[in-house]
T-cell receptor, first 113, second 115 residues
Framework: AQTVTQSQPEMSVQEAETVTLSCTYD???????LFWYKQPPSRQMILVIR??????QNATENRFSVNFQKAAKSFSLKISDSQLGDAAMYFC??????????FGKGTRLSVIA | ETGVTQSPTHLIKTRGQQVTLRCSSQ?????VSWYQQALGQGPQFIFQ???????GRGNFPPRFSGLQFPNYSSELNVNALELDDSALYLC??????????????FGAGSRLTVL
């Protein structure tokens, strides 16, 4: 079975500062994908970043980057230059092959002006 | 391109009733997945439809059922509603069943309250 754990129920960051959200996972597979999704109050899940497990290089998307540690089964999200619009629930998710996404319980991020 | 749209956005039902939730997939997508998100939790996979057939199911009882139509839109039906069915129901579409290679596009969900 695959599991995803997000140990930080809530985090806060000052506007323009950097914050890191943690995620650990467990899978017996060697080929899988990891995701970070953002869910603002509008409720729609928005893909933030995707990492393919066979790729050594950490994924980046503008102000968002990940620290993917395959051996440690860790997949943290770093948000640089935080903006008010970054305030949301963030979900880490894992998938392999044709199996469905498995989500963590989420981290609520607040951005303080 | 149009995204994923879900209806209704909010609804209230009583225990024992039946509900139908609807989802229009993103243009060009042929696969629809449904997730249940209870308050304070991450989404849980209910089932997936591909080419009008159920293609995988999570740990949900048979009173959760679905359909996919030739235009790839989908319905989620829940019979004999229970209080624990209160949740946000998310629909996601994709091109193909591989949820890693084919990124899911989510709708804004239908918020169901069971009294």
């Amino acid at each position: 079975a695959q599991t995803v754990t997000q140990s930080q129920p809530e985090m806060s960051v000052q506007e323009a500062e950097t914050v890191t959200l943690s995620c650990t996972y467990d899978t017996s597979e060697s080929d899988y994908y990891l995701f970070w999704y953002k869910q603002p109050p509008s409720r729609q899940m928005i893909l933030v970043i995707r990492q393919e497990a066979y790729k050594q290089q950490n994924a980046t998307e503008n102000r968002f980057s990940v620290n993917f540690q395959k051996a440690a089964k860790s997949f943290s999200l770093k948000i640089s230059d935080s903006q008010l619009g970054d305030a949301a629930m963030y979900f880490c998710a894992l998938v392999r092959g044709n199996t469905p996404l498995v989500f963590g319980k989420g981290t609520r991020l607040s951005v303080i002006a | 391109e149009t995204g994923v749209t879900q209806s209704p956005t909010h609804l209230i039902k009583t225990r024992g009733q039946q509900v139908t939730l609807r989802c229009s997939s993103q243009s060009g997508h042929n696969t629809v997945s449904w997730y249940q998100q209870a308050l304070g939790q991450g989404p849980q996979f209910i089932f997936q439809y591909y080419r009008e057939e159920e293609n995988g199911r999570g740990n949900f009882p048979p009173r959760f059922s679905g359909l996919q139509f030739p235009n790839y839109s989908s319905e989620l039906n829940v019979n004999a509603l229970e209080l624990d069915d209160s949740a946000l129901y998310l629909c996601a579409s994709s091109l193909g069943t591989h949820s890693g290679a084919n990124v899911l596009t989510f709708g804004a969900g239908s918020r169901l309250t069971v009294l």
